[in-house]
């Protein structure tokens, strides 16, 4: 069982960690990803729609709508600008080139390109500026429903040119720049496709705007991938596709294993031309955060696992532990064993299961005990009622032998003369008769359990002296010399039944001495106790008959005690008095003698 229900309880949590586990592994592999994007989505087009009223109410101003996109970064972390009608930056006020024209079209027109959909970061980052003021340059741009959209410029100086690559790859694979006539090598007839067709413009540089590399407005020029998307959004416009952007779209792009997201919201301005919001988020961190997961729930499992076997040794301890103890103990508890006790103490079900069958034991014990001791004292009583027969059948054999004899003399007549010494012979032995059942009446009291002690404080000095005076008859008779130390204490007791006791004790230290030997009385203080030791000189009782000094009828020198008028239940009528008052006691053999001694509390 020990095993069963640890093992039930490791693999029920096994598998509910496994469980949750999987759960939220699953979860965060397969479905947050997906959850994280559409949540993404919302929130970017949340925060547009609040870009697009504030700009709405900036009324085209260039640092305002600066500011916005600036904060809109900040807050996002996401790329957003604003264009117009053609495609071009309405901010980029700081990024162009202003081009006198010469050639082509109109004399000395004055036209102004704008350099980020040419320029690249590298080019903004050497050390000499791409182009200057005086540089003389051919433009390339391709024209159609009277918007011109510069697509090459080459700068004759430096003998460097740049491509709008987006518009590049949509005018027609058949066109291409030759590096080295810097015309266009006609393959189609572009007028016929585009209307107005591609034109190349000559002219010299009048302006020159290209933004510093530590300016805040340059950084969204730094983001080439932001850049390209501007430029290939203007070459969708150009190549009549507007009509796909006159509603809020959201389109998906992927670069290099990453997934973007674009957002383009059109809007009219105060001249009823379309512009545009046009933004760009990057699905990159739930890309990360989703392998890092993967990662993660490696050690995540394991971790698991750990917590499994801490959370099973916890049951074994908190549950399965208190639930096998309480097995035990009331397996023991059917056969009868009260011993065991179970030491839980947790304030629920467990604990109180624990101390409902902890007082369960205390009573079923308790009635237990009672019961046996109730059994124990019927068996007592039983044998003290044998004992007692026994007992008193042999010690009235004899008197009532003695009296039947002296009774068949005096009436067959026979030593008529000595019929005084007859009498006086059968009435000591009804006398001897009469004590027996006198202190057998006693002993029986003492045993049956229901008698109570009567305690009272009283000098046991005196009591003493008291009992010696008594016995002085006797004592004078056998010529003994009695030795007292006596303290003068005060002690806590029956006085009628320690009296008894000492009369007892002297008594059969009278008996036991031989002639014109000493007794010794003495007191001592120990603790919250007196000893009290009575010591008689004589013969030694043999040390495996101590024990048997307090039974009733026990006899080491039978025919005197008999002759004496001993009736042998002195000692046991003592010790019954000793153990009521619940006081040590005992006889032990000196050098030269027998003593007997028991205890008494001080009165406090």
Request: proline letters at 2%.
């Amino acid at each position: 069982m020990k095993f069963g229900i640890v093992l039930k309880l490791f693999l029920l949590t096994t598998t509910l960690c496994l469980l949750i586990t999987g759960s939220i592994y699953i979860g965060q592999t397969i479905f947050f990803k997906q959850y994280y994007a559409n949540q993404k989505v919302n929130e970017l087009k949340s925060s547009i729609k609040s870009f697009e009223k504030q700009y709405l109410k900036s009324n085209g101003d260039v640092q305002t709508i600066q500011q916005l996109e600036q904060d809109f970064y900040r807050a996002q972390n996401t790329w957003i600008t604003t264009l117009d009608h053609n495609g071009n930056m309405k901010t980029a006020n700081d990024f162009y080139v202003e081009i006198k024209i010469e050639t082509i079209k109109n004399t000395n027109e004055i036209i102004k390109i704008p350099l980020y959909h040419l320029l690249k970061e590298d080019d903004l980052l050497q050390d000499t500026p791409p182009i200057s003021k005086g540089d003389i340059v051919d433009v390339k741009t391709i024209d159609k429903n009277n918007i011109s959209i510069p697509f090459y410029l080459y700068v004759v100086q430096h003998n460097s040119y740049w491509i709008n690559q987006s518009m590049w790859k949509n005018i027609d694979n058949s066109f291409q720049v030759d590096n080295e006539t810097y015309v266009i090598k006609e393959k189609l007839d572009l007028s016929t496709k585009y209307n107005e067709g591609i034109h190349q413009l000559k002219g010299t540089v009048q302006n020159v705007r290209i933004p510093d590399r530590n300016d805040v407005s340059s950084i969204i020029y730094s983001n080439s991938l932001f850049m390209d998307r501007i430029n290939e959004f203007q070459t969708n416009l150009f190549m009549d596709k507007q009509n796909q952007y006159e509603t809020f779209k959201t389109l998906d792009y992927e670069q290099n294993g990453i997934k973007y997201k674009l957002f383009i919201d059109p809007i009219k301005d105060e001249n009823g031309e379309t512009n545009y919001i046009f933004s760009m988020a990057s699905l990159q961190p739930v890309d990360e955060a989703v392998r890092m997961v993967k990662d993660y729930f490696v050690y995540m499992i394991a971790f698991v696992l750990l917590l499994t076997i801490l959370a099973s040794i916890y049951y074994s301890i908190k549950i399965a532990k208190p639930l096998l103890r309480i097995n035990d103990t009331t397996r023991k508890i059917a056969h009868l064993d009260f011993s065991e006790r179970i030491e839980y103490h947790s304030k629920d079900e467990i604990g109180d299961l624990s101390q409902n069958i902890n007082l369960l034991s205390n009573t079923l014990h308790s009635h237990i005990t009672q019961l046996q001791q109730d059994i124990e004292k019927e068996k007592q009583l039983e044998i003290t009622r044998k004992e007692f027969i026994s007992g008193v059948s042999h010690e009235l054999k004899t008197p009532l032998s003695i009296m039947k004899s002296c009774i068949s003399i005096l009436k067959d007549g026979v030593a008529s003369h000595k019929k005084d010494y007859y009498f006086e012979a059968m009435e000591k032995e009804v006398d001897k008769m009469d004590l027996l059942i006198v202190d057998m009446l006693e002993l029986a009291k003492y045993e049956s359990g229901t008698y109570k002690m009567k305690m009272e404080p009283f000098f046991i000095d005196k009591i003493i002296d008291h009992v010696c005076n008594q016995l002085s008859l006797e004592i004078e008779k056998k010529e003994l010399t009695v030795h007292k130390d006596l303290a003068t204490i005060e002690v806590f007791a029956n006085q009628h039944r320690i009296e008894q006791v000492i009369t007892n004790y002297i008594t059969n230290a009278i008996r036991y001495t031989p002639v014109h030997e000493n007794i010794y009385i003495s007191t001592t203080i120990e603790d919250d106790q007196v000893k009290v030791c009575v010591e008689n000189k004589g013969t030694h009782i043999p040390n495996d008959q101590l024990d048997k000094v307090w039974e009733r009828f026990y006899r080491g020198d039978t025919s005197r005690q008999r002759s004496e008028g001993s009736t042998g239940l002195g000692l046991a009528i003592s010790k019954n008095i000793l153990e009521l008052h619940g006081t040590q006691y005992g006889v032990v053999n000196t050098s030269d003698g027998v003593l007997f001694y028991f205890t008494l509390n001080k009165n406090s």
